[in-house]
């Protein structure tokens, strides 16, 4: 296989790519993939220590990465943060809306503020990035978006009401803005994953619950992290990824396709 090929099939260089929610454990993963393929990679989110780590994580491998603090679920500090990458990079070429959380009471004890809090990190958030970026990238010659759904799109999840709700949202969210957004150049596009144990769901997965979901799951595992990358890279690629929107791809060892 030809490394120049590929370069030219996947390669970043020169590009700025901004992974809100970056600070996290899919987001970090998926940074550190892009700063891999050469791109200029903005860690955005509120842990600034976790930020400045992934940060160095990056740099430790020859890559190149800044740390910028956003609140994902507020529309000044998404303006804010596109306004502050401008100014140091003239440009956003790619955006992983990546925060998240997650949620799981029973249910007629679902507290209003877990709720709101769950759709404001993951729907809420979305929709700005996707509308504030995806308006800079629309006056700038196009770009790409990477949303960030769940298996739990399409097959609810026990136990976690808001976040299955907000995940099937986000894939329809999606599909729409995609369609808006095409003839202006920018492509927009869900990433959903299946199972991989991070921050948000580590109180979630307990035994019994990994028991069941690893029965279900073909290749009876969960998923690492950086086996996200690969997707991400062909979906942010204006060269793999240039007739590609509106997609939603599962990288879920099989989860989605499996019934008992
Ligand atoms: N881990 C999985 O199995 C899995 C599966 C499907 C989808 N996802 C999705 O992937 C995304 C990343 O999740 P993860 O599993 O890496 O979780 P994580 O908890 O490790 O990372 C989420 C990150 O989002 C940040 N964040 C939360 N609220 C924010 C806000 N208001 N502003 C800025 N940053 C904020 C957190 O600080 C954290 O660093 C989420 O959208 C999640 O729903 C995860």
Same mark, same amino acid.
């Given at each position: 296989?030809?490394?120049?090929?590929?370069?030219?099939?996947?390669?970043?260089?020169?590009?700025?790519?901004?992974?809100?929610?970056?600070?996290?454990?899919?987001?970090?993963?998926?940074?550190?993939?892009?700063?891999?393929?050469?791109? /200029?990679?903005?860690?955005?989110?509120?842990?600034?220590?976790?930020?400045?780590?992934?940060?160095?994580?990056?740099?430790?491998?020859?890559?190149?990465?800044?740390?910028?603090?956003?609140?994902?679920?507020?529309?000044?500090?998404?303006? !804010?943060?596109?306004? @502050?990458?401008?100014?140091?990079?003239?440009?956003?070429?790619?955006?992983?809306?990546?925060?998240?959380?997650?949620? @799981?009471?029973?249910?007629?004890?679902?507290?209003?503020?877990?709720?709101?809090?769950?759709?404001?990190?993951?729907?809420?958030?979305?929709?700005?990035?996707?509308?504030?970026?995806?308006? /800079?990238?629309?006056? =700038?010659?196009?770009?790409?978006?990477? =949303?960030?759904?769940?298996?739990?799109?399409?097959?609810?999840?026990?136990?976690?009401?808001?976040?299955?709700?907000?995940?099937?949202?986000?894939? =329809?969210?999606?599909? =729409?803005?995609?369609?808006?957004?095409?003839?202006?150049?920018?492509?927009?596009?869900?990433?959903?994953?299946?199972?991989?144990? !991070?921050?948000?769901?580590?109180?979630?997965?307990?035994?019994?619950?990994?028991?069941?979901?690893?029965?279900?799951?073909?290749?009876?595992?969960?998923?690492?992290?950086?086996?996200?990358?690969?997707?991400?890279?062909?979906?942010?690629?204006?060269? !793999?990824?240039?007739?590609?929107?509106?997609?939603?791809?599962?990288?879920?060892?099989?989860?989605?396709?499996?019934?008992?």
């Amino acid at each position: 296989m030809e490394n120049a090929y590929l370069e030219q099939l996947f390669g970043l260089n020169g590009r700025t790519a901004v992974v809100v929610g970056g600070t996290g454990v899919l987001g970090g993963a998926i940074a550190q993939g892009l700063a891999r393929a050469n791109a /200029h990679v903005i860690v955005a989110g509120r842990d600034l220590s976790r930020g400045r780590s992934r940060v160095h994580e990056i740099e430790k491998v020859g890559g190149s990465a800044a740390f910028f603090n956003v609140d994902a679920t507020c529309r000044e500090s998404m303006k !804010a943060l596109l306004e @502050s990458v401008v100014a140091v990079r003239n440009n956003v070429d790619v955006l992983i809306n990546c925060a998240g959380v997650n949620a @799981s009471t029973p249910y007629f004890e679902i507290p209003d503020d877990d709720w709101n809090k769950v759709l404001a990190t993951n729907l809420t958030s979305t929709h700005l990035g996707c509308q504030i970026f995806g308006e /800079h990238m629309a006056a =700038n010659g196009g770009g790409s978006i990477v =949303n960030l759904g769940s298996v739990s799109a399409h097959l609810p999840l026990s136990k976690v009401f808001a976040y299955s709700a907000s995940k099937a949202a986000v894939v =329809n969210y999606t599909k =729409n803005v995609a369609r808006e957004l095409a003839p202006k150049g920018v492509r927009v596009n869900v990433l959903c994953p299946g199972f991989f144990p !991070a921050e948000q769901n580590r109180k979630i997965l307990s035994p019994e619950r990994t028991a069941v979901i690893l029965s279900q799951t073909p290749m009876n595992r969960f998923g690492s992290p950086e086996e996200l990358v690969g997707a991400v890279l062909l979906l942010v690629s204006p060269v !793999a990824g240039s007739f590609v929107t509106g997609a939603e791809i599962y990288v879920d060892g099989g989860f989605t396709g499996m019934r008992l």
